[in-house]
């Protein structure tokens, strides 16, 4: 199993360009979730999914979108990139047993917007 | 709802000296601990975990005890290496699959 995988490693933007991070499991794990992790700010979540078609919003969802077609994928849209978007992206992935979600990270994805 | 509370760092110790890493919860019933480390440059990975009262996690020398009593999961280690610098995690996960981090506590161990 290749786990959870992510692309872009890095990226550079220009303020207002728009792009996808890329994020796949396969574990067949039903939870998916996005991460971004700025220094001394911990992890803060941005958007999650307990299933295809579900998504939901996490603590700092501006300016970003999901969706969640398949079990598999779960991109994260910048739609119009800002300087306070510059960051580290995670994408987790977690399943349910006995009530226990171990959560499973990406790589991570480097994002500096200028 | 369910929170952490996670000991400030840095942390900063000499080889072979014992660590330990505070966290407290607030939780309803009783969810599943996990203690997550995150090396320079890299994603998080799950360290050791626990999921009930009494029980004990461990992995590469760490340790942590789920005390339902004083509400914490305190991470230990009796000898730390140049190579256990990194960031430490304590996490609580919800009843969505999603999980609530402590702000994290960096720890830098000296040769």
């Known amino acids: 199993n290749a786990g959870v995988t992510q692309t872009p490693k890095f990226q550079v933007l220009k303020t207002g360009q728009s792009m996808t991070l890329q994020c796949a499991q396969d574990?067949?794990?039903?939870?998916m979730s996005w991460y971004r992790q700025d220094p001394g700010m911990g992890l803060r979540l941005i958007h999650y999914?307990?299933?295809?078609?579900?998504?939901d919003q996490g603590e700092v969802p501006n300016g970003y979108n999901v969706s969640r077609s398949t079990t598999e994928d779960f991109p994260l849209r910048l739609l119009s990139a800002a300087p306070s978007q510059t960051s580290v992206y995670f994408c987790?992935?977690?399943?349910?047993?006995?009530?226990?979600?171990?959560?499973?990270f990406g790589p991570g994805t480097r994002l500096t917007v200028t | 709802g369910n929170s952490v509370t996670q000991m400030e760092g840095p942390v900063t110790l000499s080889e072979e000296a014992f660590l330990t890493i505070n966290c407290t919860y607030t939780?309803?019933?009783?969810?599943?601990l996990f203690w997550y480390v995150q090396y320079p440059g890299e994603g998080l990975q799950l360290l050791l975990k626990?999921?009930?009262?009494?029980d004990k996690g461990s992995n590469k020398g760490f340790e942590a005890t789920y005390r339902k009593e004083t509400t914490s999961f305190h991470l230990e280690k009796g000898s730390v290496q140049v190579s256990d610098s990194a960031v430490y995690f304590c996490?609580?996960?919800?009843?969505?699959?999603?999980?609530?981090f402590g702000q994290g506590t960096t720890l830098q161990v000296k040769p």
């Open positions: 987790a992935s977690s399943y349910s047993s006995r009530g226990t979600y171990e959560q499973y």
């Open positions: 574990m067949n794990h039903e939870y």
């Open positions: 626990a999921t009930k009262a009494d």
């Open positions: 996490a609580l996960p919800s009843n969505t699959g999603k999980l609530i």
């Open positions: 939780a309803t019933g009783y969810p599943s």
């Open positions: 999914s307990v299933g295809a078609g579900i998504t």
